[in-house]
């Protein structure tokens, strides 16, 4: 029914996981308290940071996973 559809449902578990480990691991490191007044900057930056990683580790499943879709 839908060209790619097993390759998009493995991808996306890795890609949640690595995003969230990544996430927590650099808040954790960054030591981000709530009390901090750039508390809601640092969150947007460590999430770029986060997602743009994750994105490089996930690249070639995301190719794969378009590559068929495009055969159809």
């Known amino acids: 029914m839908y060209a790619g559809l097993g390759s998009s449902l493995i991808s996306i578990f890795p890609y949640v996981g690595f995003k969230m480990a990544t996430f927590d691991i650099l808040k954790t490191a960054l030591n981000v308290q709530r009390s901090d007044p750039n508390f809601t900057m640092m ?22 996973r378009r590559r068929m879709q495009m055969r159809g």
């Open 43 to 64: 969150n947007v930056i460590i999430g770029g940071i986060s997602g743009f990683t994750t994105i490089f580790i996930c690249y070639p499943t995301d190719l794969i």
